[in-house]
């Protein structure tokens, strides 16, 4: 593939000139996202790596749910509501 082909492949892709991505990339990047990052907590949780029986994991677990969910709204106010300005 020349880089014309890229190129051209590139622009396809993108969606008009002054129109915002919408909300398709951030569901794709936060599904298959949360759904790994899913997977690994169920496995720390069954490992016992991380105990939600003491304070200390139960307070780890929310932390990393609210990471998540804090990181995850800060992208899509900045890829949904900033280009609109």
């Keep these: 593939?020349?880089?014309?082909?890229?190129?051209?492949?590139?622009?396809?892709?993108?969606p008009p000139p002054g129109e915002p991505a919408g909300?398709?990339?951030?569901?794709?990047?936060?599904?298959v996202g949360g759904l790994i990052f899913?997977?690994?907590?169920v496995l720390c949780l069954?490992?016992?790596e991380i105990d939600i029986r003491e304070r200390r994991?139960?307070?780890?677990v929310?932390?990393?749910?609210?990471?998540?969910?804090?990181?995850a709204l800060l992208q899509g106010a900045m890829q949904v509501l900033l280009p609109r300005w």
């Design 57 to 60: 994991g139960r307070r780890t």
């Design 46 to 48: 069954r490992t016992r």
């Design 1 to 14: 593939m020349g880089l014309r082909s890229a190129t051209l492949l590139f622009a396809a892709a993108s």
């Design 23 to 31: 909300l398709s990339p951030w569901i794709y990047v936060h599904g």
């Design 62 to 71: 929310l932390l990393m749910l609210a990471g998540f969910a804090g990181y």
């Design 38 to 41: 899913a997977f690994g907590l």
